[in-house]
């Protein structure tokens, strides 16, 4: 009799796991698409990596720290700022459907003979990490890729590019623990995103490799050589008017061949 009860237990328990590891991956999916269509229209309060650096911050023992965000339509941003970032991250934004496989090849080939790492991440895949994803180190950067990619594919899915730009603008740290173009500009320069000039935007732009290390507001050789090469793939680009969804036949002209950095 106990053997006949422990084989029915085993068998509800082998059930159980079953199901756990049928529906899980579903919930998963349904949660994921839920979570990327309500922010098409919802502005995100927070984010992952956002909540991230809270985290480490009372680990450290550091009770002072809060984050600062503010988050400020895209038509209260400055129109030089959505172009400022593109120059600088992803010259292919207005393009591609969520990955640059080219500019992926080029980093891989760099990293593989030099120290100094570099990214081939395009924008809306940084939007995925910062959102929904962690800032994983070794192992668990490795691991964070497949759900990276997955919201990628999700945000260039419901998502229009407008808004990909816009939510990057409110939710990319700019500084140690200062989110988002709004908070950045009235701490670095004293005023709202709307009035960030081209300057200004570049030199936001200029820091986002490493916002810990580099100063929008006291800039060093590196930032002020980035921020002048960002200044002027933004004219090369065409200006703010090379992210207009739609632009007018007027407007639709051959651009200039970009310059590599």
């Not at 700022?81 to 640059?100: C, S, T």
């Not at 969804?245 to 590599?260: D, G, I, L, Y």
Request: aromatic content about 12%; charged content about 30%.
């Amino acid at each position: 009799m106990t053997a006949t009860k422990t084989r029915s237990r085993r068998s509800r328990g082998s059930r159980f796991l079953r199901l756990i590891f049928l529906w899980l991956p579903l919930l998963f999916i349904v949660v994921s698409i839920s979570q990327v269509i309500i922010l098409r229209w919802v502005n995100p309060v927070t984010s992952s990596f956002m909540i991230g650096r809270q985290v480490d911050a009372w680990m450290e023992k550091d009770w002072d720290f809060r984050a600062s965000y503010e988050w400020k339509d895209e038509d209260q941003l400055s129109r030089h700022l959505p172009i400022a970032l593109v120059a600088a991250e992803d010259q292919k934004f207005p393009e591609h459907d969520g990955f640059d496989f080219e500019a992926m090849e080029k980093a891989m080939e760099h990293n593989k003979n030099s120290k100094k790492i570099k990214g081939g991440s395009t924008i809306s895949q940084q939007v995925a990490k910062n959102l929904f994803c962690w800032n994983g180190h070794g192992f668990t950067r490795y691991l964070r890729k497949p759900f990276e990619a997955w919201y990628t594919l999700l945000i260039e899915i419901f998502w229009p590019k407008h808004r990909i730009i816009e939510v990057y603008a409110n939710i990319a740290e700019f500084g140690d623990g200062v989110y988002g173009a709004e908070s950045a500009a009235k701490r670095f320069f004293g005023k709202s995103a709307k009035n960030l000039t081209p300057n200004e935007s570049a030199r936001l732009a200029a820091v986002l490799p490493n916002p810990k290390k580099y100063s929008a507001k006291n800039p060093g050789p590196y930032v002020n050589r980035r921020a002048r090469w960002i200044q002027r793939q933004m004219r090369q680009l065409g200006g703010p008017g090379y992210l207009a969804e739609e632009p007018s036949e007027e407007e639709v002209k051959p651009k200039p061949k970009r310059k590599k950095r």
